[in-house]
């Protein structure tokens, strides 16, 4: 959710430079425009894959819970009276 801005910033970027320096270099409007938008869809798919990455490499340097480590209340118990589930206690 963080990083939903990287890909728009990207294309934004690079379409900047490249509108500059094609201005600059005095390209036609027809081939600039091309161009531009060959730019923009290009600089836009690598900033999706440059956020999928990002978030592929949190998503594997989460810790993850075992369930074994949380055990309830109940579980607790019975380990400490010694007794399984379901098992009777005839002593009383």
């Not at 970027?13 to 390209?27: D, E, K």
């Not at 869809?41 to 999928?52: E, Q, T, V």
């Not at 993850?64 to 009276?81: F, G, P, R, T």
Request: charged share 25%; aromatic share 10%.
């Amino acid at each position: 959710m963080k990083r939903k801005l990287i890909p728009p910033f990207w294309m934004l970027f690079a379409g900047a430079v490249s509108s500059v320096i094609m201005y600059t270099l005095h390209y036609e409007t027809k081939s600039m425009l091309v161009i531009l938008t060959g730019v923009l869809i290009g600089f836009y798919i690598i900033g999706c894959l440059f956020k999928w990455m990002l978030d592929l490499f949190e998503k594997q340097n989460e810790p993850v819970v075992e369930e074994k480590e949380i055990v309830s209340e109940d579980e607790q118990a019975e380990e400490l009276l010694g007794m399984d589930e379901g098992q009777v206690d005839l002593e009383s």
